[in-house]
C-alpha cells in the first residue's frame, strides 16, 4: 500500500523559513517522481518543485526557483521542501505527490493527505 505523509506545516512570520517532509513507503521509488503542490484558499493546486528519485534531478515552478529546495534522503524515504524567505502569497496546504513515469506505473499518481503552511505579514 502506497503512503505519503507529510508533516513541517506550521505558522511562520514573513520572511521566515520552513522545511516540509514527506515520507513516502511502498513505491519502488525509481518508478516514481516525488512533487509538491500546493493549493491556496479558493484557487487551484499548483506545481511547486519536483524531484526524479532515481538520479535526483530537480524542476521548480517559477516562483519556487530561488527561494525553495526540494531534496531527499534516500536511507529514509523521505522527501524534503526547504522553503526560505517565505511570503503570505505562499501560504496554502501544501501535498507531496508520487507520479509513476515507468511501466507498470506509468502516469498513476499517489497523495498525501497535506500540511497546511501560514505566513503571517
Known amino acids: 500500500q502506497v503512503r505519503l505523509v507529510e508533516s513541517g506545516g506550521g505558522l511562520v512570520q514573513a520572511g521566515g523559513s520552513l522545511r516540509l517532509s514527506c515520507a513516502a513507503s511502498?513505491?519502488?521509488?525509481?518508478?516514481?517522481?516525488i512533487r509538491w503542490y500546493r493549493q491556496a484558499p479558493e484557487k487551484e493546486r499548483e506545481f511547486v518543485a519536483s524531484?526524479?528519485?532515481?538520479?535526483?534531478?530537480?524542476n521548480y515552478a517559477e516562483f519556487a526557483e530561488a527561494r525553495f529546495t526540494i531534496s531527499r534522503d534516500s536511507a529514509e524515504n523521505t522527501v524534503y521542501l526547504q522553503m526560505n524567505s517565505l511570503k503570505p502569497e505562499d501560504t496554502a496546504i501544501y501535498y507531496c505527490n508520487a507520479h509513476g513515469i515507468r511501466f507498470p506505473n506509468y502516469g498513476s499518481d499517489y497523495w498525501g493527505q497535506g500540511t497546511l503552511v501560514t505566513v503571517s505579514s
Open positions: 511502498g513505491l519502488t521509488f525509481s518508478s516514481y517522481d
Open positions: 524531484m526524479r528519485w532515481n538520479g535526483g534531478s530537480t
